[in-house]
Antibody, heavy 121, light 108 residues
């Protein structure tokens, strides 16, 4: 069965960076895009971007351009999301989530358990 | 960027009744629309994609309709486990693939 297991909660100071990992299992890692979505406390879902694990190609939402970097290590079926120059409003649960296939790469089919990142001085 | 607007923000429904949730896109997204359910403390779950196709394991009481800019999620007879927040998301053409702000379905 498809599983996405994320790294644990993080507490960071403003201006720092955070790197969240997402280990995939139960499917061919390079066969599906990986999305990153975040959710601030009590708020809705915000799409951050995706990475094509096969090519390493990425597409980032404009809100995060210049601050987010999505990478992957195909040898261990793991995707990473690094967010820099953290601000207090970056406090959120960050989800990795696997896409559908074919025409449905924009559909978020399987979700990780989420990683809480708290930004506080 | 396409803006997705959901209504109402909160829907109060009695168990066994029908719930109808709306999602509007600021420009046409064809049928490239998905619905997700999220319960407190949990990750979202995919319900519907392609505007009307149920995801694997989703009960038949969930149905989606619409195309272009107007979409509807209908829950035909609400069960206790259906009280949650529902989000629509478009995935038309190229990113960003934005979510609506959500509709909370609560017990009346």
């Amino acid at each position: 069965q498809v599983q996405l297991v994320q790294s644990g909660a993080e507490v960071k100071k403003p201006g720092a960076s955070v790197k969240v990992s997402c280990k995939a299992s139960g499917y061919t890692f390079t066969g599906y895009y990986m999305h990153w979505v975040r959710q601030a406390p009590g708020q809705g879902l915000e799409w951050m971007g995706w990475i094509n694990p096969n090519s390493g190609g990425t597409n980032y939402a404009q809100n995060f351009q210049g601050r987010v970097t999505m990478t992957r290590d195909t040898s261990i079926s793991t995707a990473y999301m690094e967010l820099s120059r953290l601000r207090s409003d970056d406090t959120a649960v960050y989800y990795c989530a696997r896409s559908g296939g074919g025409d449905y790469i924009g559909v978020v089919v399987y979700w990780g358990q989420g990683t809480l990142v708290t930004v506080s001085s | 960027e396409i803006v997705m607007t959901q209504s109402p923000a909160t829907l109060s429904v009695s168990p066994g009744e029908r719930a109808t949730l709306s999602c509007r896109a600021s420009q046409s997204v064809s049928s490239n629309l998905a619905w997700y359910q999220q319960k407190p403390g949990q990750a979202p779950r995919l319900l519907i994609y392609g505007a009307s196709t149920r995801a694997t394991g989703i009960p038949a009481r969930f149905s989606g309709s619409g195309s272009g800019t107007e979409f509807t999620l209908t829950i035909s007879s609400l069960q206790s486990e259906d009280f949650a927040i529902y989000y629509c998301q478009h995935y038309n053409n190229w990113p960003p693939w934005t979510f609506g702000q959500g509709t909370k379905v609560e017990i009346k």
